[in-house]
């Protein structure tokens, strides 16, 4: 008797709990986001450029814009926001267990982070590539010049991997000094520690150019891995990774365009170009695919900007930008060279 | 023909060593040869570091500038401290949004307003001082840092603590000057000193119970914005974690020791279980679980406040800690006092809280200071999850653009608040001990 009562309960609780769990995955992350009245978006401890705490308190970044563009595109203001900032190790277990809406970091888009853990990958916010940093007086031209080298390296990302992958395609035997700051690996290389430092090229630069003397120093041509720089969203919620997806086409499309936070406005109520106006919500219905308002990408653009905007104010020579060019490089538009292309919104 | 001396004898001079400087460094650091070459050599050590320190962080140190570029030009080998007067209020008050600092510092007076009574003297019902400003503090202070909507129960705690901390305040006010307290005062101000006691106890309460429906209604018109835990940070989340901490560490430890020393078997399990799981394990491990892998046991959506699941984790293992300080401090009781307790009719609970823990209590001053100062050095470990506690804003200086690689000067600063605020703690439970020694020197 007792036994029987005690398994009923039990198969009781599970059933309960089950319930619980299917009526809760029923729920779409948007309608999750709109109950719960703001975006949840998961950046690191800070990084310059991408995401960074400013001396008020308030975080900026080219990822950071990501952030902002979620939250206009929902609810047309970018306070509607929280930015969570959760360590490396657990990025993706914190967007796959539910605690982050998207995660908007400097993490590669890679095949098998793709397709094991649970999530999907985005359109590249930003295209890196690793690269090494040595003084300029080394006599160091070329990677192939660093054999037996002792090179610095931050832990636990694929800039480890790369290092290794490539000392031994090239039978260079070099060997990694691994530290958990980077501002400790470049105090390292910079006492002379080791003979070079390894990283994503772009935010080396923004590292070199806040050294004592950033002339004695360079990047050499080389370049280890492709590193493109994605946001992410759970697997499975394919209205939601079309939002965060369409949000960024729609700063890229907005520059493509010629459409900026500061023209925006004007462009609404006067644009004869279709693409414009289509885009701005004045005709069609492209915010019903969605589940947006009709001014969705209005509202980033005016409140965010478009990519280049961003891409200035926080990577370029903006007050705040650490200084990479752009001309010339990955992230220029498409029809400058680039690889920034968005579909058509139409 | 006199013997005795008609002039005194002139006074000598005390020896050396106790007389001048000289004479002691002569005794104490140059009496053998091995001791001189070891003064020597220590004080060389003592020079260079001094002198490098002092000219990395005085002499070259750069105080106004408005990037880290700018100090480079001014000087390229010191210390850059404008990065960190840049960040003062990031660096105590975290993402705190900046026009509402003042609800922190309001908060932070008001504890000050409750405590101060607890050191003043002539002051009476010390008792309900320490347990008020644990029990009801708590729903002010969180009330006033996170703000949004109140419910009814804390509602109901934030009006009994508003009464609270002004009736304390009368109190001690009374207690310094009059050498009177509050309730009595009351009674004389009203003429009511001939009523029974009963009738004495119903006019207070009936006081009491008006102030508390006054003070509710006007709060109910109270209503501050709401700031998410994500933007708390800075020495502030550091002392809100450090300052539950320590406030339920001494509590939940003394419980836990009963429970390890009860004759009750299912009691004494269950506490030595708790205690050696949480011991057993390291903090961070601790803080990862309650971070990470829990949400994955709860339904999708439902995400807990990481702040909330992180004080507790710190709670507990605390908690634990103290329990093995405080049954510690039990067992150097002798048994003698147990019996004398009991011969005076006291049950369990009177003999523990009036003649056991006052005497433990005492002498496990030192530790329990000891696990106090370790746990607000703990409170660091919340960088590692994300959390802005001082030490992550500290090392977030750094990657902002104009302070771009900033990092030692940061370090130092943390590491001189750390030592300003475990040194304060270290001193002033050397100054309890001795207040509190009686007989045993």
């Known amino acids: 008797m007792k036994l029987t009562t005690l398994l009923t309960s039990v198969a009781a609780v599970a059933a309960m709990a089950f319930a619980g769990v299917a009526s809760a995955s029923a729920e779409s992350t948007l309608e999750i986001v709109k109950k719960r009245g703001h975006v949840r978006c998961q950046v690191g401890p800070a990084s310059p450029g991408y995401y960074f705490l400013d001396s008020k308190g308030e975080w900026q970044g080219l990822d950071v814009a990501n952030c902002h563009a979620v939250a206009a595109a929902i609810f047309g203001d970018i306070s509607k926001l929280e930015i969570q900032s959760v360590s490396t190790q657990a990025r993706f277990t914190s967007l796959a267990n539910g605690d982050s809406d998207l995660l908007s970091r400097t993490a590669t888009w890679t095949m098998s982070r793709d397709t094991q853990l649970g999530i999907d990958f985005l359109t590249p916010t930003f295209y890196d590539g690793q690269g090494f940093t040595v003084p ?98 759970r697997h499975g919620d394919n209205q939601w990774a079309d939002i965060v997806r369409w949000a960024q086409f729609a700063m890229i499309n907005a520059e493509e365009l010629g459409i900026t936070s500061a023209n925006v406005d004007d462009l609404k109520a006067n644009s004869k170009n279709p693409s414009i106006r289509r885009m701005l919500g004045v005709e069609g219905d492209l915010h019903k695919g969605l589940g947006l308002e009709k001014d969705w990408a209005y509202n980033i653009i005016k409140q965010v900007g478009n990519y280049g905007e961003n891409y200035d104010r926080y990577m370029g020579n903006g007050p705040q930008g650490i200084g990479i060019p752009r001309e010339g490089s990955s992230n220029a538009l498409w029809t400058k060279g680039g690889l920034m292309y968005s579909p058509p919104m139409r | ?92 008050y975290g993402l705190y949004p900046r026009d509402e600092i003042w609800r922190i510092n309001l908060g932070g007076i008001l504890l000050v307003i409750w405590m101060v009574p607890l050191w003043l003297p002539r002051v009476q019902g010390k008792v309900f001082i320490g347990f008020s400003a644990v029990a ?56 009511k000193n001939d009523a029974t006691e009963k009738q004495q106890r119903n006019i207070l309460l009936g006081i009491l119970a008006a102030c508390v429906v006054a003070v509710f209604i006007w709060q109910l018109s109270w209503i501050e914005k709401s700031i998410s835990w994500t933007r708390w940070g800075g020495l502030f989340l550091t002392f809100v974690i450090a300052g539950v901490g320590i406030a339920s560490a001494l509590p939940g430890g003394i419980l836990l020791a009963l429970g390890r020393r009860s004759k009750l078997k299912a009691v004494s399990i269950l506490s030595i279980g708790f205690i050696e799981i949480f011991r057993s394990v ?34 507990l293992f605390n908690a634990c800690y103290m329990a093995e300080t405080v049954r510690a401090g039990l067992q150097a009781i002798p048994k003698g006092q147990f019996e004398g307790a009991h011969t005076i009719g006291l049950g369990y609970w009177g003999t523990m809280g009036l003649i056991i823990m006052p005497q433990a209590l005492k002498h496990m001053i030192p530790n329990i200071v000891g696990t106090f100062i370790g746990l607000l050095k703990d409170t660091t470990l919340v960088s590692i999850i994300g959390l802005f506690d001082l030490l992550n804003i500290l090392r977030t200086i750094s990657r902002d653009k104009p302070w771009l690689g900033l990092h030692q000067e940061t370090l130092v600063f943390g590491a001189l608040i750390f030592f300003i605020l475990c040194f304060a703690m270290s001193k002033y439970s050397r100054h309890l001990e001795e207040k509190l020694s009686t007989s045993h020197k």
């Not at chain 1, 690996?185 to 430092?197: F, P, S, W």
């Open chain 1, 136 to 233: 300029k007086d080394s006599g160091i031209k070329t990677g192939m010049d660093l054999k037996g080298a002792k090179v610095c390296v931050t832990s636990g990302t694929t800039t480890e991997s790369n290092l290794n992958d490539f000392s031994r395609t090239n039978n260079l035997n070099i060997s990694a000094v691994t530290f958990e700051d980077f501002n400790v690996r470049d105090e390292t290389y910079l006492q002379g520690g080791c003979d070079a430092v390894t990283g994503d090229k772009s935010s080396m630069a923004g590292n070199i150019s806040a050294f004592p003397v950033p002339g004695d120093h360079l990047i050499l041509p080389d370049t280890l891995s492709k590193e493109p720089l994605a946001p992410a969203v």
């Open chain 2, 1 to 92: 023909m006199a013997y005795v001396s008609t002039k005194s004898t002139p006074s000598r001079k005390p020896p050396l060593n106790e007389s001048t400087p000289l004479g002691w460094v002569k005794v104490n650091m140059f009496s053998t040869l091995f001791s001189s070459v070891l003064s020597i050599f220590v004080l060389i050590a003592i020079f260079f570091t001094l002198k490098s320190l002092l000219t990395w962080g005085i002499f070259d140190g750069v105080w106004i500038a408005d990037s880290r570029r700018e100090c480079f030009s001014i000087s390229i080998d010191g210390a850059c401290w404008a990065g960190i007067i840049a960040w003062f209020d990031s660096i105590f």
């Open chain 2, 136 to 191: 009801l503090y708590p729903f002010l202070a969180g009330y006033l840092f996170s703000g949004g909507d109140k419910g009814i129960f804390v509602q109901v705690m934030i009006s009994g603590a508003i009464v609270c901390i002004a009736a304390l305040t009368i109190n001690a006010a009374i207690g310094y000057f009059k050498n009177d307290n509050l309730a009595n005062f009351i009674i004389q101000r009203l003429g």
């Open chain 2, 282 to 315: 390291p903090l961070i491990t601790v803080l990862f679980m309650a971070t990470t892998m829990f949400p994955l046991f709860m339904p999708e959506g439902i995400v807990l406040n990481k702040l909330v699941q992180v004080i507790i984790a710190v709670c």
